[in-house]
């Protein structure tokens, strides 16, 4: 670290030994939290609101013991990693404006919001393979291997998640280094070219699994379309508007889940540490406005899930139903 010779009681001027001063002060002076400023409002914010509607989709899920099909199992994850994302916001917003920062703490909250974003990431698209496959295979599907199946995809994906959240705080961090600093302090360039590229890749996965859900759902449309005559009329209808519908909440998700996802993604592998920081806030916003909306477009939309919160919130005015609806609802 490089001092400045007045910070020693050296003046130059008098060409005399560096000694210290005796007035100066044995320790130094107590540091200073910065004022509070409307991103870190906005920051403790979102974090609040992102970790408590998250909360009470995992809670809901957990706490029924109906739902328990594979797409509900994958919900519960995305919850949990889009909550874990609103609690590295709210303590990124504890180290900064209330707590003096360390090394320590940057190390904490990056891992942390490093290991949501990623377990939320895959577990979207995870939701995204359990649509194709309700689709694609919808006599066996739902069964309990295939329960099975969801929960060791899940393990696989905490516990990968967790080992790329755990780089930071195992040393893949530049806080000895700052000329390796990326777009996201403490992360090295390498370490956050590689976790972009990653994200890439699941983003590029995620968008087949929607194409195939799209051609499977235009064969099931031309089966019916074919046999059209032998359903009443009244049923063609049903069936052509619950079909114009999820095509326009497919186009809904795809459009929110590429906004959120790409912006981050690409800006990681462009961006070094001489960038405005303006840039890396204005990509990382989409990527965490995507916690917050991911409950709205996946788990409160399904009516089971729904079902239940207003069975909880009104015991007497809405009766709970054990009826699973289809997983290709959610």
Not at 171 to 184: F, I, N, Q, T
Not at 308 to 322: E, G, I, R, S
Request: proline share 6%; net charge neutral; aromatic share 8%.
């Amino acid at each position: 670290m490089i001092l400045n010779a007045s910070e020693f009681g050296w003046e130059e001027s008098s060409g005399a030994a560096p000694l210290l001063s005796l007035d100066q002060p044995e320790h130094s002076p107590p540091y200073e939290l910065p004022p509070l400023s409307v991103w870190g409002v906005a920051l403790c914010v979102s974090g609040t609101l992102i970790a408590a509607e998250n909360a009470i989709v995992v809670v809901t899920i957990l706490a029924t013991p109906s739902l328990r099909a594979p797409v509900f199992l994958l919900l519960a994850s995305l919850g949990l990693a889009d909550l874990l994302a609103g609690v590295a916001l709210i303590l990124h917003f504890l180290f900064l404006f209330c707590v003096e920062p360390s090394d320590w703490s940057e190390l904490l909250t990056s891992g942390l919001l490093v290991t949501s974003l990623t377990a939320s990431l895959c577990s979207l698209m995870g939701v995204a393979l359990d649509r194709y496959l309700s689709l694609s295979h919808a006599l066996t599907y739902g069964a309990g291997q295939s329960r099975y199946r969801a929960a060791v995809l899940l393990l696989l994906v905490w516990l990968g998640a967790c080992i790329i959240g755990a780089g930071p705080a195992m040393g893949w961090h530049c806080l000895s280094e700052p000329a390796s600093c990326s777009v996201a302090r403490p992360l090295t360039r390498t370490y956050l070219s590689l976790l972009c590229g990653g994200f890439l890749v699941v983003v590029m996965v995620t968008l087949q699994l929607y194409a195939g859900i799209c051609r499977v759902a235009r064969r099931h449309a031309h089966a019916i379309a074919t046999q059209r005559h032998f359903l009443p009329a009244n049923q063609s209808y049903a069936s052509k508007h619950s079909s114009g519908r999820g095509f326009s909440r497919l186009i809904l998700i795809l459009s929110v889940f590429v906004g959120c996802w790409m912006p981050f993604s690409i800006w990681g592998l462009l961006g070094d540490a001489s960038s405005p920081p303006l840039y890396t806030y204005a990509t990382l916003v989409p990527a965490a406005g995507g916690s917050l909306l991911n409950p709205l477009l996946y788990s409160l939309r399904n009516k089971d899930i729904r079902k239940v919160l207003l069975h909880a919130c009104c015991p007497h005015k809405y009766t709970h139903n054990t009826h699973i609806h289809h997983p290709v609802d959610v």
